[in-house]
Protein backbone atom coordinates (compact mmCIF):
# COMPACT_ATOMS: atom_id res chain seq x y z
CA UNK A 1 0.00 0.00 0.00
CA UNK A 2 1.40 3.51 -1.19
CA UNK A 3 0.15 6.80 -0.10
CA UNK A 4 0.26 9.76 -1.98
CA UNK A 5 -0.26 13.23 -0.33
CA UNK A 6 -0.02 16.45 -1.95
CA UNK A 7 -0.12 19.95 -1.45
CA UNK A 8 0.52 23.73 -2.33
CA UNK A 9 -2.81 24.15 -4.58
CA UNK A 10 -4.76 27.19 -4.45
CA UNK A 11 -5.74 30.90 -6.59
CA UNK A 12 -2.94 32.81 -8.16
CA UNK A 13 -3.58 35.30 -10.71
CA UNK A 14 -2.34 35.14 -14.40
CA UNK A 15 1.40 35.65 -14.72
CA UNK A 16 1.49 34.06 -11.32
CA UNK A 17 3.78 30.79 -9.64
CA UNK A 18 2.70 27.69 -7.36
CA UNK A 19 4.75 24.99 -6.49
CA UNK A 20 3.48 21.91 -6.12
CA UNK A 21 4.66 18.61 -4.18
CA UNK A 22 3.53 15.11 -3.83
CA UNK A 23 4.84 12.98 -1.23
CA UNK A 24 4.85 8.59 -1.50
CA UNK A 25 5.16 6.68 1.39
CA UNK A 26 4.36 3.30 2.49
CA UNK A 27 6.58 -0.10 2.76
CA UNK A 28 8.40 -2.79 0.45
CA UNK A 29 7.76 -0.02 -2.57
CA UNK A 30 9.94 1.06 -5.24
CA UNK A 31 8.83 4.37 -7.44
CA UNK A 32 9.68 3.94 -10.96
CA UNK A 33 8.35 6.82 -12.18
CA UNK A 34 6.41 9.86 -10.64
CA UNK A 35 4.01 12.57 -12.57
CA UNK A 36 1.50 14.84 -12.63
CA UNK A 37 -1.58 14.96 -14.32
CA UNK A 38 -4.35 17.49 -14.22
CA UNK A 39 -8.45 17.46 -15.07
CA UNK A 40 -11.25 19.89 -15.70
CA UNK A 41 -14.73 18.74 -15.49
CA UNK A 42 -15.95 17.37 -18.22
CA UNK A 43 -12.38 16.43 -19.64
CA UNK A 44 -10.09 13.29 -19.93
CA UNK A 45 -7.14 13.30 -17.16
CA UNK A 46 -4.36 15.26 -19.04
CA UNK A 47 -0.45 14.20 -18.68
CA UNK A 48 1.14 17.68 -17.69
CA UNK A 49 4.82 16.43 -17.08
CA UNK A 50 6.56 13.08 -16.19
CA UNK A 51 9.35 11.95 -14.35
CA UNK A 52 11.30 8.35 -14.64
CA UNK A 53 13.73 6.56 -12.29
CA UNK A 54 16.34 7.51 -14.76
CA UNK A 55 15.64 11.17 -14.24
CA UNK A 56 14.30 11.36 -18.01
CA UNK A 57 11.23 14.33 -18.14
CA UNK A 58 8.51 15.04 -20.23
CA UNK A 59 6.21 17.79 -20.81
CA UNK A 60 2.61 18.29 -22.29
CA UNK A 61 3.48 21.35 -25.27
CA UNK A 62 1.30 23.16 -23.30
CA UNK A 63 3.17 23.83 -20.52
CA UNK A 64 6.70 23.61 -21.73
CA UNK A 65 8.92 26.49 -20.74
CA UNK A 66 6.35 27.21 -17.91
CA UNK A 67 6.68 23.99 -15.60
CA UNK A 68 9.30 22.15 -13.94
CA UNK A 69 9.34 18.52 -12.60
CA UNK A 70 11.48 17.87 -10.41
CA UNK A 71 12.34 14.73 -7.94
CA UNK A 72 13.77 14.37 -4.56
CA UNK A 73 13.92 10.63 -4.66
CA UNK A 74 15.63 10.43 -0.70
CA UNK A 75 12.60 12.21 -0.03
CA UNK A 76 10.13 9.91 -2.36
CA UNK A 77 8.60 13.48 -3.14
CA UNK A 78 8.05 15.05 -6.57
CA UNK A 79 7.67 18.77 -7.50
CA UNK A 80 5.61 20.57 -9.92
CA UNK A 81 6.77 24.37 -10.03
CA UNK A 82 4.39 26.39 -12.38
CA UNK A 83 4.82 29.93 -13.39
CA UNK A 84 3.59 32.16 -15.85
CA UNK A 85 0.06 30.38 -15.29
CA UNK A 86 -2.56 31.32 -17.85
CA UNK A 87 -6.51 31.05 -16.96
CA UNK A 88 -6.52 27.69 -19.17
CA UNK A 89 -3.99 26.27 -16.48
CA UNK A 90 -6.60 25.87 -13.85
CA UNK A 91 -7.88 22.30 -12.89
CA UNK A 92 -7.34 19.90 -10.02
CA UNK A 93 -3.97 18.79 -10.35
CA UNK A 94 -3.21 15.10 -9.60
CA UNK A 95 0.21 13.13 -8.89
CA UNK A 96 0.82 9.83 -9.79
CA UNK A 97 3.47 7.11 -8.90
CA UNK A 98 4.12 4.18 -10.81
CA UNK A 99 5.96 1.69 -8.02
CA UNK A 100 6.91 -1.78 -8.15
CA UNK A 101 6.02 -3.41 -5.15
CA UNK A 102 8.14 -6.16 -3.13
CA UNK A 103 7.66 -9.58 -4.32
CA UNK A 104 5.89 -8.83 -7.50
CA UNK A 105 6.89 -8.51 -10.63
CA UNK A 106 3.91 -5.92 -11.52
CA UNK A 107 3.97 -2.05 -11.67
CA UNK A 108 1.17 -0.64 -9.93
CA UNK A 109 -0.32 3.00 -10.23
CA UNK A 110 -1.19 5.21 -6.90
CA UNK A 111 -2.69 8.97 -7.05
CA UNK A 112 -3.08 12.08 -4.98
CA UNK A 113 -6.25 12.97 -3.78
CA UNK A 114 -5.81 16.35 -6.01
CA UNK A 115 -5.44 19.80 -5.39
CA UNK A 116 -7.05 22.44 -7.03
CA UNK A 117 -4.97 25.15 -9.05
CA UNK A 118 -7.08 28.35 -10.09
CA UNK A 119 -5.60 30.94 -12.44
CA UNK A 120 -7.99 34.13 -12.15
CA UNK A 121 -7.94 37.79 -11.77
Known amino acids: QVQLVESGGGLVQPGGSLRLSCSAS????????MGWYRQVPGNQRELVAD???????MYADSVKGRYTISRDNAKNTVYLQMNSLKPEDTAVYYC???????????????WGQGTQVTVSS
Open 51 to 57: CTGGGNT
Open 26 to 33: GDNFRINA
Open 96 to 110: KAVVSLRGSRYEYAY
